[in-house]
């Protein structure tokens, strides 16, 4: 575990010079240096991506993903380049703003509704110009056993767009082939979830991407939509759907 955790703080090392490296870069020189850190990182981890049905990346989609880990980051990345929505204040963090910023986040204000419209826009704009943005409509993480109700407010931005949707359903195992809450950042802080995840010998996680779909009806509609095949995925093998949070 040592040695994992050495090869880590490298890698965070590479990947901050790298990330501050990117001003001005182009969109396909971001998407190929965030796919290859996203791969660094899950390979240090003893992560492996079971991704069966890996779809044809398509420019300007909307990802959507239930919301288990801080790995779903790097895992999603390593699939499906992507932007992220991250929160405002990540922006003033000496350093680490600055990265994240390289790395396109499309960033938003959690505390405060009358942001969303502004949000919307941004995320729209940056479908439009053909990126590709994911976010967590949980808005939290959890367990891992199930899928938390979704809010519907950013599937507006695809609507606004007129940008294909996809789902993508995240399932974790642990190295005997079993569900596992390990990996879990619900309620807990970064360090406490480094030290289990590197206590894991290996971590399977299992990618199933819906079909992309146009934009149809009002963003509750696409929302309920996402949420029936989320939970139908997370849930096919769940050991306990009922225990969604610690």
Request: glycine share 4%; charged share 25%; aromatic share 8%.
């Amino acid at each position: 575990m040592a040695w994992r955790l050495a090869r880590l703080l490298a890698w965070l090392l590479r990947t901050a010079l790298r990330l501050r490296r990117l001003d001005g870069a182009d969109d396909a020189t971001r998407r190929r240096v965030l796919q290859q850190m996203g791969e660094e990182c899950l390979r240090i981890m003893a992560v492996c991506v079971d991704n069966p049905a890996a779809p044809v990346v398509a420019d300007g989609t909307l990802l959507v993903a239930n919301h288990v880990s801080w790995l779903d980051i790097f895992v999603l990345v390593s699939v499906y380049p992507c932007r992220f929505i991250a929160m405002t204040e990540l922006q003033r963090w000496p350093f680490i703003g600055k990265m994240i910023r390289n790395a396109g986040a499309v960033f938003i204000d959690r505390s405060s509704r009358k942001d969303i419209d502004p949000i919307n826009a941004a995320i729209a704009q940056a479908l439009r110009s053909g990126g590709n943005v994911c976010f967590f409509p949980e808005a939290r993480t959890s367990l891992g056993n199930g899928v938390l109700p979704l809010k519907a407010a950013l599937f507006q931005a695809a609507i606004q767009a007129d940008a294909p949707i996809r789902a993508a359903a995240l399932r974790y195992y642990d190295a005997a082939g079993q569900r596992t809450e390990a990996v879990s950042f619900a309620d807990i802080n970064l360090f406490v979830s480094l030290w289990r995840i590197l206590r894991l010998r290996e971590i399977v996680v299992r990618v199933d991407f819906a079909d992309a779909v146009r934009p149809e009806g009002d963003r509750f509609v696409i929302k309920d939509c996402v949420e029936a095949y989320l939970r139908q995925q997370v849930l096919s093998d769940s050991p306990n759907p009922q225990r969604l949070l610690p």
